[in-house]
């Protein structure tokens, strides 16, 4: 299996920046695209940005120019640096990761969710 844990999330002010991280692990072969999506309150689930094996990125509207999406492939790890914070921007932050694992039966693909973490922007 593969499992993700996510870090970075907390509280800034209108204007600052975080910079969230997204660990995976376990029996991976290969990772192709990893992405973050943000649900806010009482909003459904989004898609913010997405990185793919290549390094080619895209980004919602909402956060170009703002966010920068990146990943290190040697650490299996993705990470979104977050500008310019507004409020509206407030939301739990999930990072999908999608790829093969190896199984006992050889290659499997998977689909895994990290457990969220919390971007608050507020004074």
């Known amino acids: 299996q593969v499992q993700l844990v996510e870090s970075g999330g907390g509280l800034v002010q209108p204007g600052g920046s975080l910079r969230l991280s997204c660990a995976a692990s376990g029996s991976i072969f290969s990772i192709s695209a990893m992405d973050w999506y943000r649900q806010g309150p009482g909003k459904q689930r989004e898609l913010v940005a997405t990185?793919?094996?290549?390094?080619?990125?895209n980004y919602a509207d909402f956060v170009k120019g703002r966010f920068t999406i990146s990943r290190d492939n040697a650490k299996n790890t993705v990470f979104l640096q977050m500008t310019s914070l507004t409020p509206e921007d407030t939301a739990v932050y999930y990072c999908n990761v999608r790829g093969l694992r190896r199984s006992q039966f050889g290659l499997a693909t998977f689909d895994s969710w990290g457990q969220g973490t919390q971007v608050t922007v507020s004074s």
């Open positions: 990185i793919t094996s290549s390094g080619t990125t």
